[in-house]
């Protein structure tokens, strides 16, 4: 995907004002990606593609009954996908990290886009004790380890959201070993090597 490409797949999905707050904070990324390394240097040149639509075509798999229902973005990091999430989704979105300065990245975000439905948790996941409606993570740790740290936020009708690359079909496989649920993986629409996986009723075996 290109970035014009990845532009035009948010402007046919989302309204102007969702498409500039978007905007606004690709841009408070490569400005704080100066002061602590949030993004790689060399994804800057395809920010839309690489890190915007990236986070943002996760919207899709929450389904058409996703309003009002809660987001918990694990390892939260440079805001992707939570800042994203929260951009394009009306109910709250938790994102929990644990570097502070990162952390407070996260919440300056927040804040200067105007985003009241985030909340930050500077803390390991381990230590949340909120449940949510739906459940994601990007780059954190395989599925295993993810299902040990963070079941306890949800419940068996929660919806995990995981984007994934190439190793994707492989830790389902590895998960399933451990963990029942039912699971399946989907292409992203940014990388042909890039997969998202679905993860609903997930709970240990």
Do not use: Y
């Not at 996703?66 to 939570?82: H, N, R, T, V």
């Amino acid at each position: 995907m290109t970035e014009d490409e990845a532009r035009s797949w948010v402007r046919e999905r989302f309204d102007v004002s969702r498409e500039t707050l978007l905007a606004k904070f690709a841009d408070l990324l490569v400005r704080e990606n100066a002061h602590q390394n949030l993004i790689s240097r060399s994804t800057i040149p395809a920010i839309w593609s690489r890190h915007i639509v990236d986070s943002a075509q996760l919207v899709e798999w929450a389904g058409d009954d996703a309003a009002g229902k809660s987001w918990l973005d694990i390892g939260s990091g440079a805001g992707l996908p939570g800042i994203v999430l929260a951009i394009l989704h009306d109910g709250p979105v938790l994102l929990v990290e644990p570097r502070k300065k990162r952390a407070a990245f996260l919440e300056q975000a927040a804040a200067g886009l105007g985003l009241s439905n985030v909340t930050v948790h500077a803390c390991k996941i381990e230590q949340v004790k909120t449940h949510a409606d739906m459940l994601t993570a990007r780059a954190v740790a395989n599925l295993s380890t993810l299902f040990e740290k963070a079941t306890h936020c949800s419940d068996k009708n929660a919806l995990w959201v995981l984007p994934k690359g190439r190793s994707a079909q492989s830790e389902v496989a590895e998960a399933r070993q451990s963990w029942q649920g039912v699971f399946h993986v989907e292409q992203s629409i940014t990388d042909p090597e890039s997969h998202i996986v679905i993860a609903r009723e997930v709970r240990p075996k």
